[in-house]
């Protein structure tokens, strides 16, 4: 059975970090393991938990990660591993018990560069709760197959994955410069080079959401400003779902103009999408019975109109986001 090395990228994870690294170290993987953890100098005792567990389990690397960001993380825990598959995993996801033994054999029954599965959410508090249903929901958070999707086969990107090392080799690993989207632009790269990128549904991963609104905010922010960056750097790689969040931005900015100077029907745009927002928090209410998803007409917004305006009016750069993998 092929060495196996899990590579996580964490900065400031202290609340998430034992149980990501529990599950890790639950899999039922027979064949040789191991974890390397790249710290991007943490200030909540992220670290302190990792060199406890290193100091406890010798499986456990932890490398440092002086340039914060995601892809430089993942590049230097790759460089510091020694495993012929490659499993990238984050600090607010926990691996089901049997995540890498099936993803292995994935990549040896359908010869594929990249393997990955759904990305399920869920939450604890009441808004974290409201926040997972959104992410569950395609009306809420877009229809990429790693979110909704139950069928097997070949997709344009996974959520998180995992690589026969010597395919990321070959494409250069991880884009060091994007803060965001860098699971969607190396699948991307993949799949250019003639590799195949495929999704299971069997690959579960659970995923905990963001603890408040303004968090949200800025996450969504991020993944609108860093999403095109990197579309700028590779246009061929845009898929029209990725257009609902800066059109209904547009659309709102062109209502309220034709408002302020009484163009017939502006209301339309703002209607409709209050249509949206009601229609899916009465059927997520029903479908789930939880009373969480009365919070969707706060959820939605935040995340649809930051994606949107970050993606039409935010300059890269800046502050550091935390190295999480985001929607595409």
Request: hydrophobic share 45%.
């Amino acid at each position: 059975m092929p060495r196996v090395s899990v590579v996580m990228a964490v900065r400031n994870e202290a609340a998430h970090i034992e149980t990501t690294l529990a599950a890790v170290f639950d899999q039922d993987y027979e064949g040789p393991f191991e974890v390397v953890v790249a710290d991007g100098r943490s200030t909540d005792g992220t670290l302190a938990v990792l060199r406890r567990r290193a100091a406890e389990d010798s499986r456990l690397k932890v490398v440092d990660n002086p340039e914060l960001g995601v892809g430089a993380g993942l590049n230097r825990a790759i460089d510091a591993a020694g495993g012929q598959v490659l499993v990238r995993c984050d600090g607010h996801a926990e691996l089901a018990p049997d995540y890498v033994r099936l993803a292995v054999g994935l990549l040896e029954e359908t010869g594929a560069a990249s393997v990955g599965g759904r990305q399920d959410a869920v939450g604890t508090t009441r808004l974290q709760r409201a926040i997972a249903i959104a992410l569950n929901s395609p009306a809420a958070a877009g229809t990429a197959r790693f979110r909704h999707s139950s069928v097997a086969g070949p997709a344009d990107t996974v959520y998180l994955g995992v690589f026969p090392r010597q395919a990321l080799d070959e494409v250069g690993g991880y884009d060091p410069t994007l803060v965001r989207n860098q699971d969607f632009e190396l699948n991307h790269r993949l799949r250019k080079s003639g590799k195949l990128v495929w999704f299971d549904p069997r690959l579960a991963v659970t995923y905990r959401p963001r603890s408040s609104l303004r968090a949200l905010w800025r996450q969504y922010l991020d993944y609108g400003r860093w999403k095109r960056v990197m579309l700028a750097r590779n246009p061929s790689a845009l898929a029209a779902r990725q257009l609902a969040a800066p059109a209904l931005v547009i659309g709102l900015i062109a209502s309220a103009i034709g408002a302020a100077i009484t163009v017939p029907l502006w209301w339309i745009p703002p209607a409709g999408y209050g249509m949206l927002i009601a229609v899916t928090t009465l059927w997520e209410t029903i479908r789930r019975r939880d009373r969480a998803a009365w919070l969707l007409p706060a959820v939605m917004p935040a995340m649809h109109l930051a994606w949107g305006i970050g993606f039409l009016f935010v300059p890269a750069g800046g502050r550091r986001a935390a190295p999480e993998e985001g929607p595409s």
